[in-house]
Structures are given as structure tokens and as C-alpha cells.
């Protein structure tokens, strides 16, 4: 039996591709600068989550993509795998750059967000890379719960406490829904839902919450949840 033998023209085996780490907390260099430079807010930062890769310049020295963990879940379709999950999603990285573990040098650029679009008199200040959003009264909540008018129709507000992810607040929203089976048995006046937020829009399915038939009692619970998270 004879075996081929290798020339030189032969192109050399390619080595395998390095296999990039999944997922982490936000990198400590990368965190005191947005907080200590920048002037972000602590606790927004260090609830950040960053990937990583090995790049040219040092063995010590990396690229880094900063992200929202609630953002992304909010898009059901993106899985963060490794760094290269977001080459198709540059919308969802808040910060990318390098760092050198060595030197402690720290480069990065924002990447801006677009802001979600809501129809309102008046906005409040966000904390530090939050999207501006109108925080309603309870009595405002009130009104446009009352303000639903035929079986099935909806209002919607943005929450900072909830089981939902993403939206301006961070935590999906509440939906409030005038019963299209009521006054059938067992039926109340209003459902009301916790529900994901993308584009700045309930999608997905709901998670029911409970019913009731005081508009005051949606009004007080959903006012629970719905503020801006402190700064």
C-alpha cells in the first residue's frame, strides 16, 4: 500500500477556529469607566452583561460588546452565544470597544439607541441609558382604563417591575384589556396582563395577571410597577 506524500505546494491544514466564551458579567475595567468616567448609573451598569474575544495587540488585550440582558430577551428570535451572536443585531449592543487586561486601558464607543416613540404630553429624566418615558399618575392610569370602550380593546403601560422583559422601563408592560366575555359567568369587567415589549409594542404571548371589575384597583396595582427606575 503507498501513501500519498505531502508536497510543498500543498496548502497546510487549516488550525481550528478558537472557541470564543459564552456570556458574563459586565467586565470590571469596562464597568468603572461608564461609571467613573462617564457617570452612568451603578446600578444600571453592573447589571450589564458583556462577550468577549482574544484580539491583536497582546495577549492580554480584548474586544468586548456590552449588553442588556431584559433587551435582549425581549427579541424571542437572538440567542448571545458569543461574541459574534450581534454581528446581526448591532442594534442591541449599548458599548463595544477593546480593553488590555495589562496596561488597564479601556477604548470604547456608544452605541445609540433610538428611542421608542410614545404618545404623551411630557417625559421625565431617565437614569443613565434608559429611554425617557412619561411616568403616569395612578389618576392618569385611571382615566385611560376607564377610557376603554368596546369587548376587547386594550391600553398598555410600561413597567420596571414585572415577570415581561424589555421595553423602556426594562420590564415588558401591563395590558389592560375590557372583557369581551363579560358579563358571561364567572367574568369581570377588565383582564389584566404582564406582557413583553419589542419596537415598543406588547408582543408574544401574556401572562395573565387577574381580573377585576374596579377600574381603581387595575389603576393602584399597575402604578405599583410602573416608575422609573431610580437613578
Do not use: C
Request: aromatic share 12%; proline share 7%.
Amino acid at each position: 500500500m503507498f501513501w500519498k506524500k505531502k508536497t510543498a505546494t500543498e496548502e497546510p491544514s487549516k488550525p481550528k477556529a478558537e472557541k470564543l466564551p459564552g456570556p458574563r458579567s459586565i467586565e470590571e475595567l469596562v464597568g468603572r469607566q461608564l461609571v467613573m468616567n462617564l457617570k452612568k448609573d451603578p446600578d444600571w451598569v453592573w447589571q450589564l452583561r458583556s462577550v468577549v474575544r482574544r484580539t491583536s495587540g497582546g495577549a492580554h488585550r480584548f474586544d468586548f460588546r456590552v449588553f442588556d440582558a431584559a433587551q435582549v430577551a425581549a427579541k424571542k428570535r437572538v440567542k448571545v452565544k458569543d461574541y459574534t451572536s450581534f454581528d446581526n443585531y448591532p442594534e442591541l449592543i449599548l458599548y463595544q470597544g477593546w480593553f488590555d487586561k495589562v496596561s488597564m486601558e479601556v477604548h470604547f464607543e456608544e452605541k445609540k439607541q433610538m428611542a421608542v416613540p410614545v404618545t404623551v404630553a411630557s417625559t421625565v429624566a431617565a437614569p443613565s441609558g434608559v429611554i425617557p418615558v412619561q411616568i403616569f399618575t395612578e389618576k392618569e392610569i385611571w382615566q385611560r382604563i376607564t377610557g376603554l370602550s368596546e369587548p376587547g380593546s386594550t391600553v398598555f403601560f410600561y413597567l420596571a417591575g414585572s415577570p415581561a422583559s424589555g421595553g423602556p422601563l426594562g420590564r415588558g408592560a401591563a395590558v389592560v384589556e375590557l372583557n369581551p366575555n363579560y358579563p358571561g359567568k364567572k367574568q369581570k369587567r377588565y383582564n389584566l396582563y404582564a406582557s413583553d415589549v419589542d419596537g415598543g409594542q406588547p408582543v408574544g404571548k401574556r401572562q395573565k395577571w387577574f381580573q377585576s371589575d374596579s377600574s381603581k384597583e387595575m389603576a393602584k396595582f399597575v402604578k405599583e410597577r410602573h416608575y422609573q427606575p431610580s437613578t
